[in-house]
């Protein structure tokens, strides 16, 4: 068993060629991903294999995500973005709880290595969802100015 399969095993779910493909892809990348990025990525890469369309990766990611292996990330553009979760960083809500950052220049949205603690949080409210996300120009585009 790769160390892939694995990680999917893991969480609960069962590994697969595309699953494991969506994963390290996912994996890789430095920034969230949204869902058009990662089809064009998969279609690009596999125009003869039918299996790779849309109903495949919308159910693999909710997958993913019901299993905790991945968090959605609305950072106000309007399209979900997909990232991996620290899988060390498990709390009372789930997932990880940390703040993303949405660049405006080159519009990535990347999540941040701080953690917020959940006592922060108020206990007499019932929290169904966290979405943290601090708006600006990254290092990289501000190096460009």
Known sequence: MTKTEKILSNHG???SKMRSEIYKFLKRKQSSVSFSDLEKA???????????????????LKIFEDKGLIHQINDGTGMAKFAISDENAKGKYGT????????????KTTCLPN?????SLPEDYE???????????????????
């Open 115 to 119: 953690k917020i603690s959940e006592e």
């Open 96 to 107: 990880d709880l940390h703040i993303h950052f949405h660049c405006t220049d080159c519009r």
């Open 127 to 145: 929290v169904s969802d966290v979405n943290l996300v601090l708006k600006g120009i990254c290092k990289k585009c501000r190096q460009k100015y």
């Open 13 to 15: 779910i069962r590994p």
């Open 42 to 60: 998969f279609v690009q890469k596999s125009e003869t294999n039918k299996t790779a369309n849309r109903t495949t990766f919308y159910r693999n």
